[in-house]
């Protein structure tokens, strides 16, 4: 026996437990389980059910037991997972010119880097603006732009839409409309850049926003006044929300050429520009409250 375990030994027989397995104690009572309480039925009250309508938010959704119920849990799972997929969404390449756009591009390599380095994707790359100074029309009054951001599902669908709406009120209203364009892997603040090289009045920049839940098709529009690098978000006007079950293309259209329209008349934008003229025409894009969104139901439970 080595020293260590003679000396183990001896302060066992010091401390009266030289025996390491000692008698077991006697186990105590367990209890019965408890009486199965079966959880209570799954409802809505009648306050949750009024403030529902009034937003997309899971409000008063209520519970079974101590959980969820399945269809809330199942709804939730398929909204994230279309928010998921639309930010995971890449524009493919040759889709701008399939569409009949000047393709652009950030100077960000691929998705990775777009979602980590938002300042690449506010400047373009090299032969991004050798192409734009060679073929884009110059002193234009309006320079729209569609663009991926962090939805091109949205781009692909309701991009097109809004851009040639968009287009069509701003030549009814007699102004200039630049070349249509298309840029992968844009932040906002490239409309910047763009609008500056081709001396555009006013730039707007249509692109993907971040998706919500159940909203991966959502598009945003910013629009700044004498566009320039160096710009920030105070100078822009915003707005957000725009797709089918939100505000339609033909309706937000309408409402960017007005807000454009006023931007030129007053020589400005952003917090200095003044919308109270035009509210009752640009309905919430003034500010005011949205009108309630329909919830589209994903997942429907057998019950």
């Known amino acids: 026996m080595s020293v260590t375990r003679e000396m183990i030994e001896a302060l066992r027989i010091r401390i009266g437990a030289s025996r390491?397995?000692?008698?077991?104690?006697?186990?105590?009572?367990?209890?019965?389980?408890?009486?199965?309480?079966?959880?209570?039925?799954?409802?809505?009250?009648?306050?949750?059910?009024?403030?529902?309508?009034?937003?997309t938010a899971l409000v008063g959704i209520g519970n079974v037991g101590t959980r969820y119920a399945t269809d809330v849990v199942l709804q939730f799972q398929a909204e994230l997972a279309v928010a998921h997929a639309a930010v995971a969404t890449v524009l493919p390449e040759g889709w701008a010119t399939a569409n009949g756009l000047l393709d652009l591009r950030s100077r960000v390599r691929d998705h990775h880097e777009y979602l980590l380095r938002p300042d690449l994707g506010r400047r373009l790359d090299e032969s991004s603006l050798a192409a734009l100074r060679a073929n884009a029309v110059p002193g234009v009054d309006v320079q729209p732009i569609v663009a991926d951001g962090l939805s091109a599902v949205a781009c692909m669908g309701s991009g097109l839409?809004?851009?040639?709406?968009?287009?069509?009120e701003c030549r009814a209203r007699g102004w200039s409309v630049g070349t249509p364009m298309a840029a992968r892997y844009a932040r906002v603040w490239l409309e910047d850049e763009i609008g500056q090289t081709v001396g555009a009045r006013v730039a707007c920049i249509i692109l993907g926003e971040r998706p919500g839940l159940g909203t991966g098709d959502g598009l945003s529009a910013y629009m700044v006044y004498e566009p320039r690098i160096g710009k920030t978000d105070g100078d822009r006007n915003m707005m957000s929300n725009i797709h089918p079950r939100g505000t339609p293309p033909p309706e937000a259209a309408e409402?960017?050429?007005?807000?454009?329209?006023a931007m030129m008349e007053q020589r400005t934008s952003g917090v200095d520009l003044d919308l109270s003229r035009i509210e009752d025409r640009i309905g919430d894009a003034a500010g005011g409250l949205r009108a309630p969104q329909v919830r589209e139901q994903l997942v429907e439970v057998a019950r």
């Open 20 to 55: 390491p397995l000692s008698e077991p104690r006697p186990a105590s009572a367990i209890e019965p389980p408890p009486k199965r309480v079966f959880p209570n039925e799954y409802e809505r009250s009648a306050y949750a059910q009024r403030a529902a309508e009034h937003t």
């Open 161 to 168: 839409e809004l851009l040639e709406a968009f287009e069509k």
């Open 255 to 261: 409402r960017l050429a007005l807000v454009a329209g």
